[in-house]
């Protein structure tokens, strides 16, 4: 989305254990000019968080007043897929970022198959406000 909109992007994937079932960490960072990928501990804007059990484990990487998005702010039950939770909480993390719902639907169908469009914008508008969704800024 930040890429389409013209800004510098980077981003950057720490895998550690995840072959084993450990955890995959990734930073993006986006804005006018980039230097390095990776966010240093505790400057997080936002933290995304799949997993419940990583949000403690995680949760040092967010900055004071940060906004920690999680699965419990979303209500799995009207989701069209359980699979669908990365876009629930996609739409969750759109309402802070400054593009607009039709950008993140045109980016959304770009890179998505067309065959998952339906299920996956209705996973992001849940999570975007027209489901049970709610923020929670961290106080560290």
Not at 8 to 19: A, I, R, T, Y
Not at 73 to 93: H, M, R, V
């Amino acid at each position: 989305m930040a890429f389409s909109a013209g800004l510098d992007v980077k981003k950057s994937e720490l895998h550690g254990m995840s072959q084993r079932g450990g955890s995959v960490s990734s930073d993006v960072r986006f804005g006018q000019r980039v230097f390095s990928p990776m966010t240093p501990e505790g400057e997080a804007d936002f933290l995304v968080v799949i997993a419940p059990d990583q949000v403690p484990v995680n949760a040092a990487a967010l900055r004071q007043g940060g906004v920690l998005i999680e699965p419990s702010q979303i209500d799995e039950s009207i989701l069209p897929s359980k699979k669908s939770i990365n876009l629930a909480l996609l739409g969750a993390l759109s309402r802070y970022l400054p593009f607009s719902f039709e950008a993140w639907t045109a980016a959304l169908q770009r890179n998505l198959p067309e065959k998952l469009h339906e299920a996956n914008l209705m996973a992001f508008s849940i999570g975007r406000g027209n489901g049970k969704a709610s923020e929670r800024a961290v106080e560290q």
